[in-house]
């Protein structure tokens, strides 16, 4: 498309000139950019220090991983070039791969991983379980990093090999050093893509460009794992906050794919044949509503279990995502629908509905009509979606429920106060986690149970702790299941917080990009544009 | 003159003062914690403690205050919460595309509506008076996100003439940056220019009605000459106020504009800071707002003497 621009001036002989000079000058092949709009703004660039999916994203940018989960869902090497475990099961002695440099031209060493891993360990939830049973994490030699386990963990490839945030990203020891709870104000990684500092506007741009030394493996982009081969030059994340917008710069081509379409937006988007909308995300995202367990009612296990009761998946997913074809009919799995911990054991009261029934739990539970305060992000539809459905739903079995308004960054400050409700508390706070945080008992968050520890809510349930741990420990993936379907008995009579649905986000992109991976993070390794 | 200048200058000290200790209070009597933001799902109390720590924001709220005054006073605003950029750089990336957005409405605003008033005062109670008045309900009436995705759908989608979104230096590609400005700038001039259309025709109707127009027309003299020379100078005392007073309500209508045209600028800075609660860019962001419309209040006072001679200071 053309733009009335005063660069069209018709001064052809200036304009032969110009590009004779500029083809002598260029090298044979255009710079190939992939323009992109992300779903946030990129405002912190420092993967370990914040939870941010976006910031996630950059990572997987930037630096690269020891290991890496596939699309079976398994953990392969992707920095390491292999590992071994003693025969104790005690120590994991883990080499990495020829070849690795990081963006400042320095070699990758050993002593680089451990300063990561240490940092990541401090800050991550699944980290700082694997530091509670680490012993010590050392370099052996330039190439050779061991850690040694005060007891057998089942977890332990499996968190360094994690998907989702926080990833336990390889930094420059002396960038790793950084206190956990500092931003890193450098990003040198040794991933396939560099970070261009200069050209970072926070709210507006994001710049990378490709890494001439990155190595890739030689194994097929599968998930994180596999290799990571840069196709573009350059990508360009460029942040649109208007979902309409973006949609008319995606389907006028001034940016060739939008990670996060608004979905009632799709049907226009769609109607550009250059465009495809597809879910890239296999996995999907869950929504979550959480009780606070520290105040009444919720304190009561039986209200709870009304709640449960009142409520059904479809509501949630028609107000949050309208389209069927983009989230699943009914997931009881807490720990995800086509996980390897799928079971669908102790579901059936959020499978069928029952209003009488929910009603009679609040009469045993001995309800007073306790106002139920529930957060309402209001500028997160999906948070905003769920505040409401479940306001509609507690109502309808009689309970007095009070919507308090207001934005997500205001929420993520008072679901941190543990006063009751009617001194600035909460009763049910609204969000959603993608399914690669929820795969299993320890990432999955949301079902610690460990009182004063536990995510915002705090419930409090040993058998829970005990089920999660036994799980750790475990090394054997039947044995594990078996201790899933346990623990989620467990979770449908504790109701540590009700999976509202398993949704899928649809990414939209021009028909000229190619090779986009089919992951639950979007990688943009493998994409080329033609 | 010289010292009146002077004095209103030094009025601004006490001014922004105000203005400071104004926001700081007030962002900081907030419900929202940043270092809870920041620290996330898996953080325990005390990691957000020490974030809490390292950011200051757990030292007594005088102390933070003045110790962020006394940056101030040495031309140091601080630093972003989340991208750790100093805010004088965020500004300084955001204050081309705003200062422009503003001045190429202004110029399209002006340079439209003055004539319009003028005409619709002329031929009152004509069609032409009807047709530039009801333009000017509508361009008052319609909020600036409508008025920008029509611009869009019309000028982008389906005529191809301007880009959908974004911003291009006026420095790095003239033609870029009108490409890019022209749809914005009349999208934010809409509400401008129907106020400033409404009052320049409401004070020339009034000078119309005066004596010495009465007898400039008996003198002789070219109607254009009358309306432009003896009426339309002497209507220009308030309509010049009116511009001046209406930044204020270009200020607002350049976040929602920034938002829906994708442009980089100072609207759009301030809005993610407040939502993400990053006190130090929205109190350098309202400091520099505040500072525009004070300067700007005594340029609009200072234009008084040009258009009537009376005025002395």
């Known amino acids: ?530 | 003159m010289i010292a009146y200048i002077i004095r209103r200058l030094l009025a601004t000290i006490p001014i922004m003062a105000l203005v400071a200790v104004f926001v700081f209070m007030l962002l900081h009597l907030s419900p929202t914690d940043p270092a809870l933001i920041i620290a996330g799902d898996f953080a325990t109390p005390e990691q957000v403690d020490e974030i809490r720590r390292q950011l200051g924001l757990n030292a007594p709220l005088y102390q933070q205050f003045l110790s962020w005054a006394v940056n101030l006073l040495q031309g140091d605003m601080g630093k972003s919460i989340y991208s750790g950029l100093p805010v004088t750089t965020l500004i300084g990336q955001r204050v081309e595309p705003t200062l422009m957005l503003t001045l190429c409405t202004m110029l399209i605003a002006i340079t439209l509506a003055i004539p319009l008033g003028v005409v619709a005062a002329w031929k009152v109670g004509t069609w032409i008076d009807r047709t530039v008045m009801t333009l000017a309900v509508f361009g008052f009436s319609v909020p600036v996100f409508v008025i920008g995705y029509l611009l869009i759908l019309g000028g982008s989608r389906k005529l191809g003439w301007f880009p959908v979104q974004g911003y291009t230096s006026i420095f790095d590609d003239f033609g870029g940056f009108v490409s890019h400005i022209t749809l914005p700038a009349l999208a934010l001039g809409a509400v401008y220019m129907a106020l400033i259309a409404r009052m320049t025709r409401a004070t020339m109707l009034e000078v119309l009605n005066e004596d010495y127009v009465r007898t400039a027309y008996a003198k002789g003299l070219a109607t254009r000459k009358v309306l432009v020379k003896h009426a339309l100078k002497n209507a220009m005392v308030p309509i010049s106020t009116t511009i001046g007073l209406g930044v204020a309500l270009l200020i607002g209508g350049v976040v929602v504009t920034e938002t829906v045209f994708a442009i980089p600028g100072l609207g759009r800075l301030t809005v993610d800071a407040v939502l993400r609660t990053d006190y130090p860019v929205i109190q350098g962001v309202i400091l520099v707002f505040s500072l525009t419309y004070v300067l700007l209040n005594l340029l609009v006072d200072l234009s008084y003497v040009l258009f009537d001679p009376r005025i002395r200071y």
């Open chain 1, 1 to 530: 498309m053309t733009y009335f621009s005063f660069k069209h001036a018709p001064n052809l002989a200036l304009a032969g000139t110009v590009a004779a000079t500029l083809a002598a000058a260029l090298p044979a092949s255009a710079e190939t950019v992939l323009k992109m709009v992300p779903h946030a703004d990129l405002r912190n660039i420092d993967p370990i220090w914040t939870t941010a999916y976006i910031t996630r994203n950059h990572g997987y940018l930037v630096f690269d991983t020891l290991f890496a989960m596939d699309e079976n869902l398994e953990v392969q090497p992707q920095m390491a070039e292999g590992h071994e475990v003693s025969e104790d099961g005690l120590v994991y002695t883990i080499t990495l791969r020829d070849g690795l440099t990081f963006h400042d031209g320095e070699p990758v060493t050993a002593e680089d991983a451990v300063a990561s891993i240490k940092r990541w360990g401090a800050r991550d939830g699944m980290g700082q379980k694997l530091m509670r049973v680490t012993e010590s994490v050392e370099a052996v030699d330039d190439k050779t990093l061991k850690l040694t386990l005060t007891e057998p963990y089942g977890l332990v490839l499996a968190s360094l090999g994690k998907i989702s945030s926080n990833v336990p990203f390889i930094m420059p020891k002396r960038l790793a050093d950084t206190d956990p709870n500092k931003q890193i104000e450098e990003i040198i990684g040794s991933g396939p893509f560099e970070f261009v500092a200069d050209e970072w506007q926070p709210g507006n741009q994001v710049i990378y460009k490709k890494f001439e030394d990155y190595v890739p493996r030689d194994e097929p982009a599968s998930y994180a794992a596999g290799g990571k081969v840069a196709n573009v030059d350059r990508i360009e994340w460029r942040y649109i906050p208007d979902a309409a917008t973006a949609s008319q710069a995606l389907m006028a081509g001034e940016v060739d794919y939008y990670e996060q379409p608004a979905v009632d937006l799709l049907p226009m988007i769609q109607s550009d044949p250059g465009i495809k909308v597809e879910t890239v995300d296999p996995l999907g995202t869950q929504g979550v509503i959480r009780f606070n367990f520290t105040h009444p009612p919720f304190d009561n296990k039986l209200v709870r279990q009304a709640a449960l009761w009142s409520v059904q998946q479809a509501d949630y997913m028609y107000a949050i995502m309208g389209d069927p074809q983009y989230f699943e009919e009914f997931c009881g799995a807490y720990f995800m629908c086509g996980g390897p911990y799928e079971t669908d054991v102790g579901s059936e009261p959020l499978r069928e509905k029952d209003v009488e029934k929910a009603k009679a739990l609040l009469e045993e539970a001995g309800y007073d009509g306790t106002p139920v305060v529930i957060l309402d992000p209001t500028d997160v539809p999906v948070a905003h979606g769920q505040a409401l459905v479940t306001a509609q739903a507690l109502r309808d079995i009689g309970m007095n429920v009070e919507l308090a308004a207001m934005d997500w960054a205001t929420m993520t400050s008072r679901r941190a106060v543990r006063e009751a409700p009617s001194e600035g508390g909460w009763n049910i706070f609204p969000t959603w986690w993608l399914a690669a945080d929820q795969l299993n008992p320890i990432t999955n968050i949301s079902v610690a149970a460990s009182g004063d520890s536990a995510w915002f809510g705090w419930p409090e349930n040993q058998k829970i702790e005990d089920l999660r741990n036994a799980f750790a420990q475990e090394t054997d993936l039947e044995k594990q299941k078996a201790i899933v379907e346990d623990l989620q008995a467990e979770l449908y009579d504790f109701v540590p917080y009700i999976p509202t649905g398993q949704y899928y986000q649809p990414t939209a992109y021009r028909d000229k990009v190619k090779g986009v991976l089919t992951a639950p993070v979007p990688f943009f390794w493998n994409i080329s544009v033609e």
